[in-house]
């Protein structure tokens, strides 16, 4: 594995794309990658001091930590905090800020919080305290969706009754959408997150870059991966040729992955979702089908859909919709810094404000 | 009595008393007095030790004096490559090492969980002995505290050290300078990743052992051979990227890493990609980072490499004052980057 990881983090590898990208190039171009791992990359290999300075990198909403309504938040605290209740989720979760309080908070007044690797271990959880009730907090895209909806599956299997889930998965294609009819868009061209599209295969993005007349190339994680990504936007830009290309064909297949796109059909169905810091986005979430609805946690605990408050200051919807870059936010490294973060962007490693503020040179004095 | 690997595996209390500590074992009466005579004594033997005070008296030492105290929760006790009693000694000696001292005395405090095995706790005082024995330091005072069960886990120790600066040394994180050299002695992130592979029951191909490991009698042969060293700090909570930070910040200098020459070994290379860490942030426990003038680099180098605990020593980056304060890294495929001090806890309980 790791061997294979070093060609794509090959200094040589990189050189010839900078190079071949600076031949291509004859304008300046906008372009957006939609995954919040993408964004990390990018911070952490610095890959705008490589690339020309007409190519404009922003970064788009594909930080699930960060979209996760706040209102969301505050129910998985509510849960965290009774006695009777177990409150699984991702590392990363823990520490996004509710309108109170963080679920980190909350452990650390008792409440059972336990983060876990894979939704499959809360299943075990659940099974080793059947005095208990088990709420899996079910954050993600396409790409841990089908993780989750194999979890619920198991449940009704295994025939558990103390197990739910509190469900927060997003759909990409749909915030694509409303990002390109934002009029206000300056997005020239997309970087479509791999791992999602290995999932889901490449039809959606196909019937988004037609209707948009926009190129959509679907990208790795690694340096190289992004790079190679930019290239092939930068020439589908000079040529004016809208369309989708794939930059990741080593993980992605046109079809996608057809058994996790079967179990996410049978457990998850499309809703409308409001996205933190940047509104309700139609069936841009997922929700338990009817078949699994007694695995809803929402429903089970019969919480309040109850609407809080944002900091005035944290500007997370315009940074997550690549209108500004987080050292144009008056609170980004003062107010508002990884260890006291106003918004969710700082809080997750895949978050732009936080990948901004650990790897880039800003003066933060 | 030293122990004796070979011989020491059975814990010396009957096992027709009691197989699990009891809160009497902390109560300063017979319980406690049998565990002091049986356990401790035969194992942790020394003239201070027998004194029978309250204290240890001990006889004067010429010179400086370095003390340092360390706490001990690691979670699991027992891990790949040691176990939380071979880590609180070496921890306690690396700390007076990293002073420019010659660890001399340790105590000892450890907080016991009502009902933990006694088998376990002699499995740990054991190695406490050997630990102590093979870097050279006497543990010449201690104490034991029982709390109820589920208001401690398993066993704490609380050390705290004494060492004797050598004469001639001077080294403080103040010190590092442009043109400095950054030297480490080995792989970096196998503690933590031992730890966190243990706890979470993730496995790989080989099984990653921690690093702990008394790093004096290196150190030691490198300040009397070359006491012009500049700074010398143990990567332990935070790993490298902390510990430069901070020395970054105590000296006003920049420091810049070349990601090319960190010595990674593939397991963990491996497990913190599957885990989403990364390999600067994690803990070390026989691992040091010296700094010193470049010219002197590949003496000092050559001295390490001929220690088992320094054979793979490399020069890792280089101080500079472009940017005062900042740790940079220059990435493989060629740009910069900063590589700060870690927000928030990345793995707890790791020491």
Redesign the interface.
């Known amino acids: 594995m790791l061997k294979h990881l070093d060609e794509y983090r090959d200094k040589r590898l990189a050189e010839n794309l900078v190079r071949s990208i600076e031949s291509t190039l004859t304008r300046p171009w906008t372009i957006m990658e939609i995954c919040g791992g993408q964004t990390h990359s990018i911070m952490r290999y610095n890959l705008q001091e490589l690339l020309p300075n007409e190519i404009s990198l922003i970064h788009g909403p594909g930080c699930p930590v960060c979209v996760t309504p706040i209102e969301l938040i505050d129910q998985a605290v509510e849960l965290g905090r009774q006695t009777d209740v177990i409150l699984v989720s991702f590392g990363d979760m823990l520490r996004v800020p509710g309108s109170k309080e963080d679920l980190l908070s909350v452990k650390a007044q008792g409440g059972e919080v336990k983060m876990v690797y894979a939704p499959l271990d809360a299943l075990e959880i659940a099974e080793k305290n059947p005095e208990k009730e088990v709420v899996f907090f079910g954050v993600g895209f396409e790409t841990t969706a089908p993780a989750v909806a194999l979890a619920v599956k198991q449940a009704q299997i295994r025939g558990l009754e103390n197990f739910s889930v509190l469900v927060s998965h997003v759909l990409v294609p749909p915030a694509i959408k409303a990002l390109l009819e934002d009029k206000q868009n300056r997005i020239d061209g997309f970087l479509a997150a791999g791992h999602v599209c290995t999932i889901m295969g490449t039809a959606e993005y196909i019937s988004l870059a037609e209707s948009y007349q926009i190129p959509i190339v679907v990208t790795g994680f690694e340096p190289v991966d992004i790079l190679l990504g930019i290239q092939k936007c930068i020439i589908l830009l000079e040529q004016n040729h809208p369309g989708v290309e794939n930059a990741y064909p080593r993980s992605v297949k046109p079809e996608g992955n057809p058994a996790a796109k079967k179990i996410l059909k049978e457990v998850f169905t499309p809703v409308d979702r409001r996205w933190r810091g940047i509104g309700t986005i139609p069936q841009s979430g997922l929700k338990l089908t009817a078949a699994y609805q007694k695995f809803d946690a929402s429903a089970r605990f019969r919480l309040q859909h109850t609407t809080a408050e944002e900091p005035e200051l944290c500007l997370a919807g315009e940074i997550l919709t690549g209108r500004k870059k987080p050292p144009d936010c008056p609170a980004f490294g003062n107010q508002c810094k990884p260890d006291n973060p106003l918004g969710a962007p700082m809080v997750s490693s895949e978050g732009a404000c936080a990948a901004y503020y650990r790897y880039q040179k800003t003066d933060r004095s | 009595m030293n122990p004796d690997p070979k011989q020491g595996l059975q814990c010396p209390i009957p096992k027709s008393d009691y197989k699990n500590v009891l809160l009497a074992h902390g109560g300063g009466g017979k319980l406690t007095k049998q565990l002091i005579d049986q356990m401790f004594y035969p194992c942790f033997e020394n003239v201070f030790l027998r004194q029978g005070h309250d204290g240890s008296i001990l006889p004067p030492i010429e010179g400086k004096l370095a003390m340092t105290t360390d706490s001990f929760v690691v979670d699991p006790i027992f891990f790949p490559g040691g176990d939380i009693g071979e880590l609180a000694v070496n921890g306690t000696v690396n700390d007076l090492t990293c002073c420019g001292a010659e660890a001399l005395y340790i105590s000892l405090a450890f907080i016991l969980e009502e009902g933990f095995p006694l088998d376990d706790l002699w499995k740990i005082v054991q190695s406490i002995a050997l630990s102590a024995n093979r870097a050279g330091i006497k543990i010449v005072t201690g104490d034991t505290k029982v709390v109820e069960k589920g208001k401690g886990d398993k066993i704490y120790i609380n050390t705290t050290g004494i060492g004797r600066i050598l004469p001639g040394l001077d080294i403080a994180p103040q010190h590092c300078r442009e043109g400095d050299a950054v030297i480490i002695n080995g792989t970096i992130g196998d503690h933590g990743i031992a730890i966190m592979t243990e706890r979470?029951g993730l496995t790989f191909e080989s099984t990653i052992k921690s690093d702990t490991l008394a790093l004096n009698t290196m150190m030691l042969e490198v300040f009397r051979k070359k006491p012009g060293i500049h700074v010398v700090r143990d990567p332990t909570r935070g790993g490298v990227a902390s510990a430069l930070n901070e020395i970054c910040l105590s000296s006003d200098t920049g420091i810049r890493l070349v990601e090319e020459k960190l010595p990674i070994n593939?397991g963990v290379?491996?497990a913190c990609?599957v885990?989403?860490l990364d390999p600067l942030y994690v803990a070390n426990e026989g691992k040091v980072l010296v700094i010193l003038p470049e010219n002197e680099a590949d003496e000092v180098l050559s001295i390490m490499r001929a220690f088992d605990a320094g054979s793979q020593s490399r020069i890792i980056g280089s101080v500079n004052g472009k940017h005062p304060g900042i740790l940079h890294m220059q990435?493989?495929?060629?740009?910069?980057?900063?590589v700060?001090m870690i927000?928030?806890e990345q793995l707890p309980r790791i020491c």
């Open positions: 979470e593939d290379r491996g990609e885990m989403g990435t493989t495929i060629g740009s910069t980057r900063i700060d927000s928030g």
